[in-house]
Protein backbone atom coordinates (compact mmCIF):
# COMPACT_ATOMS: atom_id res chain seq x y z
CA UNK A 1 0.00 0.00 0.00
CA UNK A 2 2.72 2.58 0.81
CA UNK A 3 3.97 1.78 -2.69
CA UNK A 4 0.63 2.97 -4.43
CA UNK A 5 0.62 6.22 -1.92
CA UNK A 6 4.22 7.03 -3.63
CA UNK A 7 2.65 7.31 -6.91
CA UNK A 8 1.50 10.31 -8.43
CA UNK A 9 -1.97 10.52 -10.56
CA UNK A 10 -0.59 10.51 -13.58
CA UNK A 11 1.70 7.52 -12.77
CA UNK A 12 -1.15 5.21 -11.41
CA UNK A 13 -3.31 6.50 -14.55
CA UNK A 14 -0.18 5.31 -17.00
CA UNK A 15 -0.45 2.17 -14.89
CA UNK A 16 -3.75 1.19 -15.26
CA UNK A 17 -3.57 2.18 -18.97
CA UNK A 18 -0.56 -0.23 -19.09
CA UNK A 19 -2.57 -3.37 -18.06
CA UNK A 20 -6.20 -2.73 -19.99
CA UNK A 21 -3.85 -2.74 -23.20
CA UNK A 22 -2.70 -6.13 -21.95
CA UNK A 23 -6.00 -6.88 -21.68
CA UNK A 24 -7.07 -5.88 -24.78
CA UNK A 25 -4.30 -7.57 -26.11
CA UNK A 26 -5.29 -10.93 -24.97
CA UNK A 27 -8.42 -10.27 -25.63
CA UNK A 28 -7.29 -9.98 -29.66
CA UNK A 29 -4.63 -12.44 -29.35
CA UNK A 30 -7.44 -15.31 -28.17
CA UNK A 31 -10.26 -14.26 -31.04
CA UNK A 32 -6.60 -14.04 -33.56
CA UNK A 33 -6.00 -17.76 -32.60
CA UNK A 34 -9.68 -19.10 -32.78
CA UNK A 35 -9.84 -17.00 -36.34
CA UNK A 36 -6.55 -18.59 -37.99
CA UNK A 37 -7.80 -21.78 -36.60
CA UNK A 38 -10.96 -21.28 -38.59
CA UNK A 39 -9.75 -20.10 -41.85
CA UNK A 40 -6.78 -23.50 -41.59
CA UNK A 41 -10.23 -25.33 -41.53
CA UNK A 42 -11.73 -24.13 -44.20
CA UNK A 43 -9.28 -24.31 -46.26
CA UNK A 44 -8.39 -28.25 -45.64
CA UNK A 45 -12.37 -28.50 -45.99
CA UNK A 46 -12.72 -26.72 -49.21
CA UNK A 47 -8.95 -28.66 -50.70
CA UNK A 48 -11.28 -31.97 -50.18
CA UNK A 49 -14.07 -30.75 -51.62
CA UNK A 50 -15.76 -30.59 -48.00
CA UNK A 51 -17.98 -27.58 -46.23
CA UNK A 52 -17.66 -26.52 -42.27
CA UNK A 53 -20.93 -27.15 -40.44
CA UNK A 54 -20.83 -25.62 -36.70
CA UNK A 55 -21.75 -28.54 -34.30
CA UNK A 56 -23.57 -26.81 -31.43
CA UNK A 57 -21.78 -27.11 -27.78
CA UNK A 58 -18.72 -27.85 -29.30
CA UNK A 59 -15.31 -25.89 -28.90
CA UNK A 60 -17.60 -22.86 -27.38
CA UNK A 61 -19.91 -23.46 -30.34
CA UNK A 62 -22.79 -22.79 -28.14
CA UNK A 63 -21.36 -20.07 -26.69
CA UNK A 64 -22.67 -16.74 -28.54
CA UNK A 65 -21.18 -13.20 -27.99
CA UNK A 66 -22.41 -11.59 -25.32
CA UNK A 67 -24.65 -14.10 -23.98
CA UNK A 68 -22.92 -16.09 -21.15
CA UNK A 69 -24.35 -14.96 -17.86
CA UNK A 70 -23.00 -14.99 -14.50
CA UNK A 71 -24.78 -18.15 -13.62
CA UNK A 72 -24.35 -20.19 -17.10
CA UNK A 73 -20.75 -19.55 -16.14
CA UNK A 74 -21.19 -21.33 -12.93
CA UNK A 75 -23.03 -24.14 -13.66
CA UNK A 76 -20.51 -25.01 -16.34
CA UNK A 77 -17.50 -24.68 -13.85
CA UNK A 78 -19.45 -26.87 -12.24
CA UNK A 79 -20.59 -29.75 -14.32
CA UNK A 80 -17.87 -29.60 -16.84
CA UNK A 81 -15.77 -32.80 -17.29
CA UNK A 82 -13.24 -30.28 -17.62
CA UNK A 83 -13.42 -28.59 -15.04
CA UNK A 84 -10.98 -28.06 -12.28
CA UNK A 85 -14.04 -27.94 -10.00
CA UNK A 86 -13.97 -31.69 -9.83
CA UNK A 87 -10.11 -31.53 -8.70
CA UNK A 88 -10.99 -29.99 -5.11
CA UNK A 89 -11.03 -31.62 -2.29
CA UNK A 90 -14.18 -32.57 -0.55
CA UNK A 91 -14.69 -29.42 1.88
CA UNK A 92 -13.09 -27.24 -0.98
CA UNK A 93 -15.62 -28.05 -2.98
CA UNK A 94 -18.38 -27.43 -0.36
CA UNK A 95 -17.05 -23.96 0.15
CA UNK A 96 -16.85 -22.99 -3.36
CA UNK A 97 -20.29 -24.45 -3.83
CA UNK A 98 -21.40 -22.54 -1.22
CA UNK A 99 -19.43 -18.67 -2.64
CA UNK A 100 -20.97 -19.70 -6.32
CA UNK A 101 -24.89 -19.54 -4.27
CA UNK A 102 -24.29 -16.27 -3.47
CA UNK A 103 -22.74 -14.91 -6.41
CA UNK A 104 -25.87 -16.36 -7.93
CA UNK A 105 -28.25 -14.86 -5.41
CA UNK A 106 -26.40 -10.95 -6.39
CA UNK A 107 -25.45 -10.73 -9.70
CA UNK A 108 -26.07 -14.31 -11.85
CA UNK A 109 -28.58 -13.32 -14.29
CA UNK A 110 -26.09 -10.53 -15.32
CA UNK A 111 -24.67 -11.23 -18.44
CA UNK A 112 -20.51 -11.64 -18.63
CA UNK A 113 -20.68 -8.64 -21.29
CA UNK A 114 -22.74 -6.09 -18.86
CA UNK A 115 -20.00 -6.68 -16.00
CA UNK A 116 -17.71 -3.60 -15.03
CA UNK A 117 -15.55 -2.44 -12.55
CA UNK A 118 -18.38 -0.62 -10.60
CA UNK A 119 -20.48 -3.53 -10.77
CA UNK A 120 -17.71 -5.57 -9.01
CA UNK A 121 -17.13 -2.64 -6.95
CA UNK A 122 -20.81 -2.63 -6.20
CA UNK A 123 -20.76 -6.79 -6.00
CA UNK A 124 -18.11 -6.49 -3.26
CA UNK A 125 -19.26 -3.25 -0.75
CA UNK A 126 -22.20 -5.32 -1.00
CA UNK A 127 -20.92 -8.60 0.80
CA UNK A 128 -18.93 -6.37 3.17
CA UNK A 129 -22.29 -5.52 4.29
CA UNK A 130 -23.83 -8.64 4.59
CA UNK A 131 -20.60 -10.07 6.23
CA UNK A 132 -20.75 -7.26 9.03
CA UNK A 133 -24.70 -7.47 9.22
CA UNK A 134 -24.28 -10.96 10.44
CA UNK A 135 -22.21 -10.13 13.56
CA UNK A 136 -19.62 -12.53 13.90
CA UNK A 137 -16.85 -10.73 15.33
CA UNK A 138 -15.64 -9.62 11.87
CA UNK A 139 -16.09 -6.33 9.65
CA UNK A 140 -17.57 -8.47 6.47
CA UNK A 141 -14.60 -8.32 4.56
CA UNK A 142 -13.35 -12.10 4.97
CA UNK A 143 -16.21 -13.35 3.42
CA UNK A 144 -15.82 -10.44 0.26
CA UNK A 145 -12.02 -10.77 -0.07
CA UNK A 146 -13.74 -15.06 -0.75
CA UNK A 147 -16.31 -14.15 -3.03
CA UNK A 148 -14.08 -12.17 -5.59
CA UNK A 149 -11.06 -14.93 -5.17
CA UNK A 150 -14.34 -17.18 -6.03
CA UNK A 151 -14.87 -14.80 -8.98
CA UNK A 152 -11.60 -14.64 -10.19
CA UNK A 153 -11.29 -18.35 -10.22
CA UNK A 154 -14.49 -18.16 -12.54
CA UNK A 155 -13.07 -15.52 -14.93
CA UNK A 156 -9.68 -17.78 -15.27
CA UNK A 157 -11.40 -20.47 -15.98
CA UNK A 158 -13.79 -19.20 -18.60
CA UNK A 159 -11.48 -17.41 -19.94
CA UNK A 160 -8.30 -20.54 -20.29
CA UNK A 161 -10.85 -23.09 -20.74
CA UNK A 162 -14.12 -22.02 -22.56
CA UNK A 163 -12.03 -19.25 -24.11
CA UNK A 164 -14.54 -17.06 -24.00
CA UNK A 165 -13.32 -13.65 -24.95
CA UNK A 166 -15.72 -11.56 -21.94
CA UNK A 167 -13.69 -13.87 -18.91
CA UNK A 168 -10.53 -13.00 -20.53
CA UNK A 169 -11.34 -9.41 -20.32
CA UNK A 170 -12.70 -9.59 -17.16
CA UNK A 171 -10.11 -11.34 -15.25
CA UNK A 172 -7.20 -8.93 -16.39
CA UNK A 173 -10.00 -6.03 -15.06
CA UNK A 174 -10.54 -8.09 -11.61
CA UNK A 175 -6.60 -8.24 -11.49
CA UNK A 176 -6.53 -4.09 -11.31
CA UNK A 177 -9.18 -3.86 -9.35
CA UNK A 178 -7.77 -6.34 -6.63
CA UNK A 179 -5.55 -3.66 -6.18
CA UNK A 180 -7.92 -0.86 -5.55
CA UNK A 181 -9.83 -3.01 -2.55
CA UNK A 182 -6.54 -3.55 -0.86
CA UNK A 183 -6.39 -7.75 -1.89
CA UNK A 184 -2.87 -7.58 -3.90
CA UNK A 185 -1.32 -10.83 -3.37
CA UNK A 186 -3.71 -11.54 -0.50
CA UNK A 187 -1.93 -14.78 1.21
CA UNK A 188 -1.14 -16.43 4.44
CA UNK A 189 -2.13 -13.54 6.71
CA UNK A 190 -4.92 -13.45 9.94
CA UNK A 191 -9.06 -12.51 8.06
CA UNK A 192 -9.56 -9.43 7.70
CA UNK A 193 -9.79 -6.82 10.84
CA UNK A 194 -7.52 -8.90 13.14
CA UNK A 195 -4.21 -10.63 13.87
CA UNK A 196 -1.90 -13.51 14.33
CA UNK A 197 -2.94 -14.86 18.37
CA UNK A 198 0.66 -14.21 20.51
CA UNK A 199 2.45 -16.41 22.10
CA UNK A 200 0.75 -15.24 25.63
CA UNK A 201 -2.33 -15.65 24.08
CA UNK A 202 -1.87 -18.89 23.12
CA UNK A 203 -0.68 -19.58 26.63
CA UNK A 204 -3.34 -18.27 28.10
CA UNK A 205 -6.17 -20.64 25.29
CA UNK A 206 -4.30 -23.72 26.75
CA UNK A 207 -4.53 -23.25 30.60
CA UNK A 208 -8.29 -22.30 30.02
CA UNK A 209 -8.41 -25.80 27.98
CA UNK A 210 -6.92 -27.72 30.34
CA UNK A 211 -9.38 -26.03 32.83
CA UNK A 212 -12.31 -27.03 30.77
CA UNK A 213 -11.03 -30.81 31.23
CA UNK A 214 -10.19 -30.52 26.98
CA UNK A 215 -6.36 -31.15 26.96
CA UNK A 216 -6.64 -32.41 23.34
CA UNK A 217 -7.57 -28.80 22.26
CA UNK A 218 -4.62 -27.08 24.44
CA UNK A 219 -2.57 -29.14 22.65
CA UNK A 220 -4.21 -28.56 19.07
CA UNK A 221 -4.03 -24.72 20.05
CA UNK A 222 0.37 -25.56 20.53
CA UNK A 223 0.42 -26.93 17.59
CA UNK A 224 -1.38 -23.98 15.63
CA UNK A 225 0.87 -21.85 17.55
CA UNK A 226 4.55 -23.60 16.71
CA UNK A 227 3.93 -25.33 13.46
CA UNK A 228 3.44 -24.27 10.00
CA UNK A 229 0.35 -26.10 9.28
CA UNK A 230 -3.46 -25.40 8.26
CA UNK A 231 -6.26 -26.36 11.10
CA UNK A 232 -7.29 -29.31 8.42
CA UNK A 233 -3.83 -30.59 8.98
CA UNK A 234 -3.71 -30.85 12.50
CA UNK A 235 -7.92 -31.92 13.22
CA UNK A 236 -8.31 -33.30 9.99
CA UNK A 237 -11.80 -33.66 8.40
CA UNK A 238 -15.02 -35.75 7.68
CA UNK A 239 -16.65 -36.60 4.45
CA UNK A 240 -19.37 -38.57 3.42
CA UNK A 241 -17.60 -42.23 3.06
CA UNK A 242 -18.69 -42.17 -0.89
CA UNK A 243 -16.92 -39.30 -1.50
CA UNK A 244 -13.05 -39.32 -3.47
CA UNK A 245 -10.47 -36.88 -2.22
CA UNK A 246 -6.79 -36.51 -2.77
CA UNK A 247 -6.15 -36.26 0.84
CA UNK A 248 -7.04 -39.88 1.19
CA UNK A 249 -3.77 -40.83 -0.46
CA UNK A 250 -1.56 -38.97 2.37
CA UNK A 251 -3.94 -41.07 4.89
CA UNK A 252 -2.75 -44.93 5.88
CA UNK A 253 -5.58 -46.01 8.26
CA UNK A 254 -9.18 -43.39 7.75
CA UNK A 255 -11.28 -43.78 10.56
CA UNK A 256 -14.66 -44.70 8.93
CA UNK A 257 -18.22 -44.14 11.04
CA UNK A 258 -21.44 -45.08 10.15
CA UNK A 259 -21.43 -43.12 6.63
CA UNK A 260 -18.49 -40.91 7.58
CA UNK A 261 -14.65 -41.12 7.10
CA UNK A 262 -11.92 -39.10 8.85
CA UNK A 263 -8.75 -38.33 6.64
CA UNK A 264 -6.28 -35.95 6.63
CA UNK A 265 -5.39 -34.96 10.08
CA UNK A 266 -2.13 -35.91 12.80
CA UNK A 267 -1.86 -39.35 13.74
CA UNK A 268 0.50 -40.54 16.14
CA UNK A 269 2.14 -42.41 14.66
CA UNK A 270 3.21 -39.45 12.39
CA UNK A 271 5.67 -38.69 15.61
CA UNK A 272 8.86 -41.05 15.56
CA UNK A 273 10.95 -41.70 18.58
CA UNK A 274 13.45 -38.85 17.62
CA UNK A 275 10.74 -36.39 17.71
CA UNK A 276 10.27 -35.77 14.13
CA UNK A 277 6.37 -35.08 12.93
CA UNK A 278 6.16 -36.39 9.49
CA UNK A 279 3.32 -35.21 8.01
CA UNK A 280 1.64 -34.48 4.12
CA UNK A 281 0.15 -30.61 4.60
CA UNK A 282 -0.70 -27.97 3.20
CA UNK A 283 -2.96 -27.31 -0.24
CA UNK A 284 -1.19 -29.47 -2.51
CA UNK A 285 0.34 -32.46 0.51
CA UNK A 286 3.52 -31.68 0.24
CA UNK A 287 5.38 -34.15 2.55
CA UNK A 288 6.91 -32.60 5.22
CA UNK A 289 9.28 -33.22 8.50
CA UNK A 290 9.28 -30.86 11.70
CA UNK A 291 11.35 -31.82 14.61
CA UNK A 292 9.19 -30.70 17.66
CA UNK A 293 11.85 -31.01 19.86
CA UNK A 294 13.83 -28.09 17.98
CA UNK A 295 10.88 -25.49 16.98
CA UNK A 296 8.04 -26.93 18.95
CA UNK A 297 8.30 -25.35 22.70
CA UNK A 298 4.91 -25.36 23.17
CA UNK A 299 3.94 -28.76 21.78
CA UNK A 300 6.84 -30.39 23.69
CA UNK A 301 5.50 -28.73 26.92
CA UNK A 302 1.59 -30.43 26.35
CA UNK A 303 2.77 -33.90 25.44
CA UNK A 304 5.70 -34.48 27.91
CA UNK A 305 3.38 -32.66 30.57
CA UNK A 306 0.65 -35.62 29.44
CA UNK A 307 2.56 -38.58 28.61
CA UNK A 308 6.08 -38.01 30.31
CA UNK A 309 8.27 -38.38 27.44
CA UNK A 310 8.30 -38.86 23.52
CA UNK A 311 8.26 -42.74 24.06
CA UNK A 312 5.36 -42.24 26.32
CA UNK A 313 3.10 -41.52 23.42
CA UNK A 314 0.40 -43.57 22.18
CA UNK A 315 1.66 -45.65 19.27
CA UNK A 316 -1.39 -45.14 16.57
CA UNK A 317 -4.82 -43.26 16.10
CA UNK A 318 -5.84 -39.28 15.82
CA UNK A 319 -3.99 -36.80 17.69
CA UNK A 320 -6.34 -34.11 18.23
CA UNK A 321 -9.59 -35.58 19.43
CA UNK A 322 -13.05 -34.64 21.48
CA UNK A 323 -11.65 -35.50 25.20
CA UNK A 324 -14.90 -37.21 26.04
CA UNK A 325 -15.58 -39.38 23.06
CA UNK A 326 -11.98 -40.03 21.71
CA UNK A 327 -13.62 -39.11 18.34
CA UNK A 328 -11.37 -36.35 15.73
CA UNK A 329 -13.46 -33.00 15.70
CA UNK A 330 -15.64 -31.63 13.02
CA UNK A 331 -14.17 -28.61 11.66
CA UNK A 332 -17.40 -27.15 12.86
CA UNK A 333 -17.12 -28.40 16.40
CA UNK A 334 -13.30 -27.49 16.19
CA UNK A 335 -14.21 -23.89 16.06
CA UNK A 336 -17.19 -23.88 18.41
CA UNK A 337 -15.17 -25.17 21.31
CA UNK A 338 -11.88 -23.47 20.78
CA UNK A 339 -13.99 -19.89 20.29
CA UNK A 340 -15.54 -21.30 23.67
CA UNK A 341 -11.89 -21.91 25.20
CA UNK A 342 -10.66 -18.45 23.62
CA UNK A 343 -13.16 -16.04 24.91
CA UNK A 344 -13.25 -17.78 28.39
CA UNK A 345 -9.66 -16.53 27.98
CA UNK A 346 -9.90 -13.46 27.01
CA UNK A 347 -9.23 -13.51 23.87
CA UNK A 348 -10.13 -11.38 21.19
CA UNK A 349 -12.33 -12.93 18.48
CA UNK A 350 -10.51 -10.93 15.73
CA UNK A 351 -7.46 -13.38 16.73
CA UNK A 352 -6.45 -15.85 14.68
CA UNK A 353 -6.06 -19.42 16.13
CA UNK A 354 -2.98 -20.08 13.60
CA UNK A 355 0.30 -18.37 13.98
CA UNK A 356 3.28 -20.91 12.92
CA UNK A 357 1.96 -21.39 9.29
CA UNK A 358 1.81 -17.58 8.51
CA UNK A 359 4.94 -16.70 10.65
CA UNK A 360 7.44 -19.65 9.74
CA UNK A 361 9.38 -20.12 6.81
CA UNK A 362 9.17 -23.41 5.83
CA UNK A 363 8.23 -25.66 2.98
CA UNK A 364 4.69 -26.22 4.43
CA UNK A 365 3.80 -22.48 4.87
CA UNK A 366 5.28 -21.18 1.86
CA UNK A 367 3.69 -23.76 -0.58
CA UNK A 368 0.17 -22.81 -1.93
CA UNK A 369 -1.86 -23.78 -4.73
CA UNK A 370 -3.19 -19.95 -6.19
CA UNK A 371 -4.83 -21.38 -8.76
CA UNK A 372 -7.82 -20.63 -6.25
CA UNK A 373 -7.61 -18.31 -3.31
CA UNK A 374 -10.88 -19.44 -1.97
CA UNK A 375 -9.19 -22.71 -0.97
CA UNK A 376 -8.67 -22.25 2.92
CA UNK A 377 -11.38 -19.47 3.17
CA UNK A 378 -14.20 -20.31 4.55
CA UNK A 379 -17.50 -18.96 3.92
CA UNK A 380 -20.21 -16.78 6.22
CA UNK A 381 -21.94 -20.13 6.99
CA UNK A 382 -19.08 -20.97 9.32
CA UNK A 383 -17.98 -18.97 12.67
CA UNK A 384 -15.91 -16.95 11.20
CA UNK A 385 -13.87 -16.34 14.61
CA UNK A 386 -12.78 -19.35 15.04
CA UNK A 387 -10.85 -19.99 12.28
Same mark, same amino acid.
Given at each position: ?104 GDI ?37 EAL ?5 ? /? ?32 ? /? ?48 EWM ?72 ? /? ?18 ? /? ?54
Amino acid at each position: MSDEKALTRREVLVRQKARLLEGVAAKVAVIDSEIAEIDQLAALASKHGYSLTPVPGAAGGDIQPGSLTIEALIERYRTAPDSPFHTKKFYSRQNANSLCNIIIGDIGSKPLADIDSQEILRFYENAISRGAAKGRGGDGKAIAEALVGQLRT /LFNYGGKVLQDRECVSLSFLLRDLREQMGLKGVR /LKPKSGGRLITAEEAIAIRRKAHMMDWPSMALAQAFLFDAPFLVRDVIGEWMPAHESDQSEAATSKPIISENQKWIRGFRWEDISPDGILRHSAGRVLKPVDFDLRKNARMVMEELIGRYGSIAG /LPSEGPIIVIDKTGVPYSGN /LFREHWLRVARAANVPDSVSNRHGYATKNTSAASDSDDTDESEETWSGELPKAAE
